[in-house]
C-alpha cells in the first residue's frame, strides 16, 4: 500500500480520489495507492467531501499532511497559487507529487519548481504535473502514428478547446477569474492542456506564437450576489504558433463558445496522412492516408478499444468504451508505476515549466499585438544553495 495525501476538495480531488480506487482495481500495480487523508481550507466542506469520497480522515492544514509520515504522496488539487509553496514543501519532505494543471502561476515559479524536482529526483522522489489528455488512448496512438513517421511530416496542426460556462454575464465570480490565483483564464485553465498536448503528440516545441485575447464581462456577481468583482483573465484566447520543424498551428480557447461544454478537438496534418480526435468521441481515431487510390480515400475510424492499444488490456473488452474520468485512473496507474520503478513519469514539471513559458509568450504577444519567441530551451539560471535548497527565483 502506498498512502496518499490529498491537497483541495474540488472537482478536481474527487476525479483523483475515485482514480485512486479504481486503478488498482483495474490494473496490476506493485503498490496499491489508498487516500489516507483530504485536506482543504474549509474543514466544514473538506469534511464532506471526505466522507462523500469514503476517504476516513480530512484536515485543514496541509503541512500537518505533508508532515504525516504514513503519507508518500502529496496530490495537489488547489487553486493555482498554492501550487508553487504546497509543492515545494511536499518535495522538500521527501514526498511524491502529482501536481493539477496548470503548474504555476508564471514561470519564474515553474522553473524553481522544475529545479526542485530534479533535486528530489535525485533522493529518489517522483514528480508529474496532471496533464490527464495524455492518458487519452486514442491520443497516444495519435502520438504513435506522428512519431513512428507513419503520417510523414507534420505540416499542421488545428486544436481548440471550447466551454461556455462564462456565456452569462450573471455567471458568478471564481478564482479562476483571478489572475491572482489562476495566473491565466481559458489559456491557462484549458489552453494549457493544448499546449502540452502538441508537444506530447508531435515532439516539436512551439518557437514563436501570435494571439489575440480578450474578457467580453469585466465585472462578474460573488456567488452570494453581494458584490462585483473584477475578472482579470482572458475569457477567451486564440494563437497562431510555428514550431522549430516548421509546423504552423493553431490554437483557439474560449469560455464563451455557447452550446460548447468542454469540446477538445485536434487535428493534424502530415504529408503523407491527417489524423483527427474529438473528446466526445475519446475512443475514436480518425486516421486519413494518402495511400489509397484517390477514389477510395477518406478519413476512417479507428476504435481505440482492442486489448494491444495503450491502457486497454487492463480495462474491458473490445468496444466497451472509455470516458473522461477514465483518463485519470490512467493517469493514477502511471504515476504509480513510476514510484515503483524510481523512474521520472511524464509530463515532468519540466514538460509543466515548458508549458508556462508558452503562456507568458501568448500573454506577451496578446499584450503587445505581435508576434513573440518562445523563450525555450529556458535559459534562466536557478540558483541551488550547497544544502540542495534552491535560492529565490531569478531570472538572469
Ligand atoms: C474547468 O475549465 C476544467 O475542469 C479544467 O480545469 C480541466 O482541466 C478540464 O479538463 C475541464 O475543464
Not at 50 to 62: E, G, K, T, Y
Not at 89 to 113: D, I, M, Q, W, Y
Not at 161 to 184: C, F, I, M, N, T
Not at 356 to 361: G, N
Request: proline fraction near 5%.
Amino acid at each position: 500500500v502506498i498512502e496518499i495525501g490529498i491537497i483541495g476538495h474540488g472537482f478536481m480531488a474527487s476525479a483523483h480520489a475515485r482514480a485512486w480506487t479504481i486503478a488498482p482495481q483495474v490494473f496490476d500495480l506493485e503498490l496499491t495507492p489508498h487516500v489516507a487523508v483530504l485536506a482543504g481550507r474549509d474543514p466544514h466542506r473538506t469534511a464532506a467531501a471526505a466522507s462523500r469520497l469514503r476517504i476516513d480522515q480530512s484536515s485543514s492544514n496541509w503541512r500537518e499532511v505533508i508532515a504525516d509520515d504514513r503519507v508518500q504522496v502529496i496530490d495537489v488539487c488547489t487553486p493555482v497559487d498554492s501550487h508553487a509553496e504546497i509543492v515545494s514543501a511536499a518535495l522538500a519532505a521527501g514526498k511524491h507529487v502529482l501536481c493539477e494543471k496548470p503548474l504555476s502561476l508564471n514561470t519564474a515559479e515553474s522553473a524553481r519548481l522544475a529545479a526542485a524536482a530534479e533535486i528530489a529526483h535525485s533522493r529518489g522522489v517522483v514528480a508529474m504535473v496532471g496533464y490527464n489528455y495524455r492518458r487519452v488512448p486514442a491520443l497516444q496512438v495519435a502520438r504513435s502514428l506522428c512519431q513512428d513517421g507513419d503520417i510523414g511530416r507534420i505540416r499542421q496542426i488545428r486544436m481548440r478547446y471550447l466551454q461556455d460556462w462564462l456565456v452569462a454575464s450573471e455567471a458568478p465570480w471564481s478564482w479562476r477569474l483571478d489572475a491572482k490565483q489562476a495566473g491565466a483564464g481559458a489559456l491557462g485553465d484549458i489552453g494549457s492542456h493544448l499546449i502540452d498536448l502538441a508537444q506530447f503528440l508531435i515532439d516539436d516545441p512551439l518557437e514563436s506564437v501570435v494571439a489575440s485575447a480578450g474578457t467580453a464581462v469585466h465585472r462578474r456577481p460573488t456567488s452570494s450576489g453581494s458584490e462585483l468583482r473584477e475578472v482579470t483573465v482572458d475569457d477567451t484566447c486564440s494563437f497562431l504558433a510555428v514550431s522549430v520543424d516548421g509546423a504552423r498551428c493553431s490554437f483557439e480557447t474560449s469560455r464563451l463558445a455557447l452550446g460548447r461544454k468542454n469540446q477538445l478537438q485536434v487535428e493534424i496534418d502530415g504529408e503523407r496522412g491527417s489524423l483527427a480526435f474529438d473528446l466526445e468521441r475519446l475512443n475514436e481515431l480518425q486516421l486519413y492516408t494518402a495511400d489509397r487510390p484517390i477514389a477510395l480515400r477518406g478519413f476512417r475510424t479507428i476504435l481505440v478499444t482492442e486489448p494491444s492499444h495503450p491502457y486497454m488490456s487492463g480495462w474491458w473488452p473490445p468496444g466497451h468504451v472509455l470516458g473522461w474520468h477514465d483518463t485519470f485512473v490512467n493517469q493514477a496507474r502511471d504515476f504509480i508505476a513510476a514510484v515503483a520503478a524510481g523512474q521520472s513519469p511524464r509530463p515532468s514539471f519540466e514538460d509543466a515549466h515548458y508549458v508556462q513559458v508558452v503562456i507568458e509568450a501568448v500573454q506577451r504577444s496578446a499584450d503587445e499585438g505581435s508576434w513573440q519567441a518562445v523563450r525555450w530551451p529556458d535559459t534562466r539560471v536557478i540558483p541551488i544553495r550547497s544544502n540542495g535548497a534552491l535560492g529565490p527565483g531569478t531570472n538572469a
